[in-house]
T-cell receptor, first 113, second 119 residues
Framework: SAVISQKPSRDICQRGTSLTIQCQVD?????MFWYRQQPGQSLTLIAT?????????ESGFVIDKFPISRPNLTFSTLTVSNMSPEDSSIYLC??????????FGQGTRLTVV | AQTVTQSQPEMSVQEAETVTLSCTYD???????LFWYKQPPSRQMILVIR??????QNATENRFSVNFQKAAKSFSLKISDSQLGDTAMYFC????????????????FGQGTILTVHP
């Protein structure tokens, strides 16, 4: 299994500001994934983070709004930029392994006021 | 693209009874995994059970079992002897396998079912 530490666990931010969420894994992984979970909703994939290359974004998500860094095989950050109340969600980091199981961080609950 | 549908937004069950959560999916692929994840109020996503599509035998994990109907693209979760700690949101998820049988963990989720277990 993989142990994922995600920070911060929650934050309340002013609209127009940015928040960077960190995801640290206890072992090297090829792919890291960032999901958004809007209140009472399912998880939607934002992007796949690859080490040493640009992230791959899903339809509806753009790099200017959600820049992602992946400096090494154990760490990634997701920034939520120029926030509005509609960005209030839980953001989850996930990693996958070749044995096909996915592991999740504990999530970041973001409230934009 | 794959889609996953959970048609039951909410379910409730009495403690010690059995409940079944429904999930259907759509794919043109033949090599994939299906999962049930549990998300309690702590927000942590917890793997409940996994089913490999190439296996005909239904997966079981203690009180949790699935009814996997590949032709019908159906994947329901049965929880026996329900406990108060089972109260959570449950997500059905699909994982497409790459050639060679590996995957990097990109999941497609259903809408979720809120399960409440009453004492």
């Amino acid at each position: 299994s993989a142990v994922i530490s995600q920070k911060p666990s929650r934050d309340i931010c002013q609209r127009g500001t940015s928040l960077t969420i960190q995801c640290q894994v206890d072992s090297q992984v090829t792919m890291m994934f960032w999901y958004r979970q809007q209140p009472g909703q399912s998880l939607t994939l934002i992007a796949t983070a690859n080490q040493g290359s640009e992230a791959t974004y899903e339809s509806g998500f753009v790099i200017d709004k959600f820049p992602i860094s992946r400096p090494n095989l154990t760490f990634s950050t997701l920034t939520v930029s120029n926030m509005s109340p509609e960005d209030s969600s839980i953001y989850l980091c996930s990693v996958g392994r070749l044995d096909t199981e996915a592991f999740f961080g504990q999530g970041t609950r973001l409230t934009v006021v | 693209a794959q889609t996953v549908t959970q048609s039951q937004p909410e379910m409730s069950v009495q403690e010690a009874e059995t409940v079944t959560l429904s999930c259907t999916y759509d794919t043109s692929e033949s090599n994939y995994y299906l999962f049930w994840y549990k998300q309690p109020p702590s927000r942590q996503m917890i793997l409940v059970i996994r089913q490999e599509a190439y296996k005909q035998q239904n997966a079981t994990e203690n009180r949790f079992s699935v009814n996997f109907q590949k032709a019908a693209k159906s994947f329901s979760l049965k929880i026996s002897d329900s406990q108060l700690g089972d109260t959570a949101m449950y997500f059905c998820a699909f994982l497409l396998l790459r050639a060679g049988g590996t995957s990097y963990g990109k999941l497609t989720f259903g809408q979720g079912t809120i399960l409440t277990v009453h004492p």
